[in-house]
DNA sequence: GTGAAAGCGCTAACAT
DNA sequence: ATGTTAGCGCTTTCAC
């Protein structure tokens, strides 16, 4: 039976400092753990708090000092990749006062700015941005205005710190393991780029970068072929669509993401191909589906998880020290050898 | 050049007052689309907002009013088929002024507590719960406390609305499905389930339910068998491991999810078998990978994106009218044949 | 070590 | 229709 919604009223400090027969501030101090209450004081005030079930109210401590909030940007829920980032920033921030929320599905310019700004306004006390669309210039202000900590994306900042996978050395990786198998036509499907910025920060441009430059490396500089599309599953089709038209059809393709990987397989199976028979794939990544038994994609393994406990430790270093210099932290992916790719 | 940091204070609404020449009052009203803001001041004030980069801070709201914030609890972010059900959320509210915030990975009670107490904390203006684990006795207090919404859970209550897929139809409709194609030995991988309120609740045991009177429906009662494990890939492995075991082995398995599934397919390769030449074998969620090439699941859709939309929706009533008596929503899943179950 | 009191930025009740 | 003002619950000087 429905009872009359009582509007009780919420626990404030008041109620803890009455109850405990101390002041507002030594509450406050305690629940803080700030310098000035002696034990006894905490042990009363600690009392009262669990006696009335009280629990400070984020709103209210925003308005002077912290929300006890970090924010997580996350461009794309889907991809099983940001889980294991997330997994990271949780593990680090455990046991602290910290509460993660997360906005997700913020995959355009427009979209980034309005969940950071919504950040901003709930006065966040920090935040981290996975793979960022936003220009340097906003990113900029935006750390300017909030602690930030910007993941999987290259480039330097006085103001923010860095944390990403080196993408240069994973493109290495798959061409060196495809090459050691024999395989000279190795082709690339990219995700296309033509913003200057981008081209030097986005993940994309430098496993892109890697490749040709790991081509080279390998004698195989003639062999570069790149089919420009998009890190999408359609994408993936498309291109390989692309790469099976050529006179000179490669014998692997090594797409930028798992997730075009799997658009390429799609298309090797509408032209009656198969893999690793007929033309060994490669993914980036190592997507949760990368591994099924079905699929068995060999694929680039980032440490996700390590990028978030570091990029959740570097956000709370810079909460704790805001002027402290930029760091850079750049963690080496392995490769994940499975069964869509063989000798030659 | 790391310029030295210039602690702009934030644009408050006196200033904005200031500049528009009214008063705070008048810019509140403004803000709040507020009966008693005649054209002409909403214009000045309009104006004074853009000027300014004014923007209202959801800690001082909250103090006061609503933040304008919704939280989504998750239990699992790796479960594509929940981002279906954010993307309903995130399009019903798109163009509203609300922010949906997640909070996610907290898969135990102790976990769903204290997100739940930390969106609470937050002044958050409603909550959407998806297949939580909490008692019932909690939520019904959430619910008292913040407009709720569950998500993926049957049952009603009195203070929350609800929205789920009809889980007991969909299980029928793969049974349905492979008893067609002539089967009869159809077995089951259920997630372990004691707790007698979760029994009538929880999906996983509305699917159990459903298999069981589909079976009998079919007139195929005495070939019921169910394998008791979880809801996981190891779940999947274990329960086909059973299965396999038995003296008259069942001829397709129907797994409670799609990632118990995939453990079923690691099972059967592992045994020198394969789908579904050998066994047919169906899942549940008709999550992402379900429909990737190598993989080609048979499965049960959920109408993800339709469950956000209703969700949100729901809970914009609520919000709006709390008093309003509570809804059930109730979807009906469909099927995804594909290429894992074949005629016997 | 402890407490009184002044705000933080906003909303809403109450004047005018 | 518009303005004045008292808080919302907390943190933080600044006295004692």
């Given at each position: 039976m429905p009872r009359p919604p009582v509007p009780t009223r919420r626990?404030?400090?008041?109620?803890?400092?009455?109850?405990?027969g101390v002041s507002t501030t030594a509450v406050s101090k305690v629940l803080r753990n700030a310098y000035g209450a002696s034990p006894q004081m905490q042990a009363k005030v600690r009392a009262a708090i669990d006696e009335l079930g009280y629990r400070p109210s984020a709103s209210a401590r925003g308005l002077r000092g912290q929300t006890y909030t970090i924010g997580v940007m996350l461009p794309d829920i889907r991809n099983p990749f940001f889980a294991d980032i997330l997994d990271g920033i949780n593990a680090q921030l455990d046991g602290t006062d910290y509460q993660v929320l997360i906005a997700a599905s913020c995959n355009s310019e427009p979209?980034?700015?309005?969940?950071?700004?919504?950040?901003?306004?709930?006065?966040?006390?920090?935040?981290?941005?996975?793979?960022?669309l936003?220009?340097?210039?906003?990113?900029?202000?935006?750390a300017r205005t909030v602690p930030t900590v910007v993941v999987g994306r290259h480039g330097h900042s006085a103001v923010y710190d860095t944390v990403?996978?080196?993408?240069?050395?994973?493109?290495?990786?798959i061409?060196?393991?495809?090459?050691?198998?024999?395989?000279?036509?190795?082709?690339?499907?990219?995700?296309?780029?033509?913003?200057?910025?981008?081209?030097a920060e986005m993940p994309n441009a430098v496993r892109a970068d890697g490749y040709r430059h790991a081509m080279h490396a390998h004698g195989l500089g003639e062999h570069i072929d790149i089919a420009s599309t998009t890190y999408t599953q359609q994408g993936g089709y498309l291109g390989a669509q692309q790469l099976?038209?050529?006179?000179?059809?490669?014998?692997?393709?090594?797409?930028?993401?798992d997730i075009v990987a799997m658009g390429v397989l799609d298309a090797l199976a509408d032209a009656g191909l198969s893999a690793p028979s007929d033309i060994s794939v490669a993914g980036y990544d190592n997507t949760t589906f990368a591994a099924f038994g079905p699929i068995s994609l060999t694929t680039v393994d980032q440490a996700g998880h390590q990028i978030g406990t570091n990029a959740a430790r570097l956000?709370?270093?810079?909460?704790?020290?805001?002027?402290?210099?930029?760091?850079?932290?750049?963690?080496s992916p392995t490769l994940a050898a499975r069964r869509t790719t063989a000798p030659l």
């Open positions: 626990v404030t400090i008041i109620d803890v400092a009455r109850h405990a979209g980034e700015a309005h969940v950071t700004d919504a950040m901003i306004d709930r006065n966040m006390d920090g935040v981290i941005l996975i793979a960022p936003t220009s340097r210039q906003r990113l900029d202000r935006i990403a996978d080196d993408d240069f050395v994973g493109a290495g990786l061409v060196a393991h495809l090459a050691g198998l024999g395989h000279r036509r190795i082709a690339h499907i990219e995700h296309h780029e033509t913003d200057p910025v981008r081209l099976l038209a050529r006179p000179q059809r490669p014998t692997a393709i090594f797409a930028g993401a956000l709370l270093d810079r909460i704790t020290d805001s002027s402290r210099p930029t760091t850079q932290v750049k963690l």
